[in-house]
């Protein structure tokens, strides 16, 4: 089965740190999306990229969260400086657009300490 | 105020019996409606999705309806099984001025089948 990959599964760090987190979307999917899911706020758009263009990233707090897309097999999100506040699950997912639903990746699971 | 609403929160039902969870949208004007259910510490998974036009959908056991006047939507469970045990969420896509989808989501319900 295609999936989405994402790294790391597990990150723990300490405040002020540079995190970035990756995601290798599905071969041909031209929509990517950066979630991020609490157990307070539930899941939120964070930004997402179609035809690796930036669509939409006013769910991400843009001081210290940046998304790039550098080629169509690599995303990538990252915090500088981190903080605890930022711990969550990051997802990834990517599709072929709004009628086709998406698929999520296993998330990163990000502990700021 | 949270523009997609889901209840319960939480639900617990013997396998074998059926149940229904629903989801409550403000969301306009409105593109379409997803149901996923998420496992413990894994990424969400699609069960459906609906357009304005569509009132119901099925994938198997789980059955979703839409009614897109009254801005409802429930997934019914039919012969529930302890794989169905998960966070359900549904997310509702709005269409901005520009013509772009916004997303929003509802806080999921969580549903545990015990045996």
């Known amino acids: 089965d295609a999936r989405v990959t994402q790294t790391p599964r597990h990150k723990v760090t300490e405040m002020g740190q540079e995190v970035t987190m990756r995601c290798q979307p599905i071969l041909g999917h031209n929509t990517v999306f950066w979630y991020r899911q609490t157990m307070m706020q539930g899941l939120e758009l964070l930004a997402y990229?179609?035809?690796?263009?930036?669509?939409?990233d006013s769910g991400m707090p843009k001081d210290r969260f940046s998304a790039e897309m550098p080629d169509a097999t690599l995303a990538t999100l990252k915090i500088q400086p981190s903080e605890p506040r930022d711990s969550a699950v990051y997802f990834c997912a990517s599709g072929l657009g709004q009628a086709f639903g998406y698929t999520f990746g296993s998330g990163t699971r990000l502990t700021v300490v | 105020k949270n523009q997609v609403e889901q209840s319960p929160q939480s639900l617990i039902i013997l396998e074998g019996k059926n149940c229904t969870l629903q989801c409550n949208y403000t969301v306009s004007p409105f593109s379409n409606l997803r149901w996923y259910k998420q496992d413990t510490g894994r990424g969400p998974v699609s069960l459906t999705i609906m357009t304005f036009s569509e009132n119901t959908k099925s994938n198997g056991r789980y059955t979703a309806t839409l009614d897109a006047d009254t801005k409802q939507s429930s997934l019914h469970i039919t012969a529930s099984q302890l794989s169905d045990s998960a966070s359900y969420i549904c997310v509702v896509s709005g269409i901005r001025q520009t013509g772009a989808n916004n997303l929003f989501f509802g806080t999921g319900t969580r549903l545990t089948v015990i045996p």
């Open positions: 990229f179609r035809n690796r263009a930036p669509l939409d």
